[in-house]
């Protein structure tokens, strides 16, 4: 169980960073996730690290593609998957919106943010009924950027 206590300073916020998990198949290279154009992508967890807190967690997790709606969860890990099939081959903004609980501390919001570059799709060379998901067992792709915060 986690409790937060207020603090006599509003405005102060905690000091960490977010780990971002993309799933194995993800291309993500200096904040940038290249994606072929109809092919879906994953971020399988977002958490706190390197905190300075007692105990930090993490409440909403939005997330959003050029300012556009926003897909909201609630449930840890953070799991979503997005379909790149709406969107058009070039560079768009993806948007983590992040509600941050610290015990100490006031309640924050962060963003972490990263560019998507959506490529021409990729001819369909497969021969149909293989298995394509993480066919060499790869590892997931983990990111940790430091976040922009702001009190609540």
Same mark, same amino acid.
């Given at each position: 169980?986690?409790?937060?206590?207020?603090?006599?300073?509003?405005?102060?916020?905690p000091?960490?960073?977010?780990?971002?998990t993309?799933?194995?198949?993800?291309?993500?290279?200096?904040?940038?996730?290249?994606?072929?154009q109809?092919?879906?992508f994953?971020?399988?967890?977002?958490?706190?690290?390197?905190?300075?807190?007692?105990?930090?967690?993490?409440?909403?997790?939005? *997330?959003?593609? !050029?300012?556009?709606?926003?897909? $909201?969860?609630?449930?840890? =890990?953070?799991?979503?998957?997005? +379909?790149? @099939? /709406?969107?058009?081959?070039?560079?768009?903004?993806?948007?983590?919106?992040?509600?941050?609980?610290?015990?100490?501390?006031?309640?924050?919001?962060?963003?972490?943010? *990263?560019?998507? !570059?959506?490529?021409?799709?990729? $001819?369909?060379?497969?021969? =149909?009924?293989?298995?394509?998901? +993480?066919? @060499? /067992?790869?590892?997931?792709?983990?990111?940790?950027?430091?976040?922009?915060?702001?009190?609540a």
């Amino acid at each position: 169980m986690l409790l937060l206590a207020a603090c006599s300073d509003d405005d102060k916020v905690p000091e960490f960073d977010v780990e971002v998990t993309f799933a194995p198949d993800v291309n993500v290279v200096d904040n940038v996730i290249t994606v072929p154009q109809g092919e879906s992508f994953t971020i399988e967890s977002v958490r706190p690290v390197n905190s300075n807190a007692k105990e930090i967690t993490f409440g909403t997790v939005t *997330y959003q593609i !050029d300012y556009g709606m926003g897909f $909201p969860t609630m449930a840890q =890990p953070y799991t979503v998957t997005f +379909n790149t @099939d /709406g969107l058009r081959v070039g560079r768009h903004l993806l948007r983590i919106f992040i509600g941050v609980w610290a015990v100490d501390y006031s309640p924050a919001n962060a963003i972490v943010s *990263y560019y998507l !570059d959506i490529t021409e799709p990729e $001819p369909d060379d497969t021969t =149909p009924g293989g298995d394509e998901t +993480n066919p @060499d /067992g790869e590892a997931a792709v983990v990111v940790v950027a430091h976040p922009s915060v702001k009190p609540a």
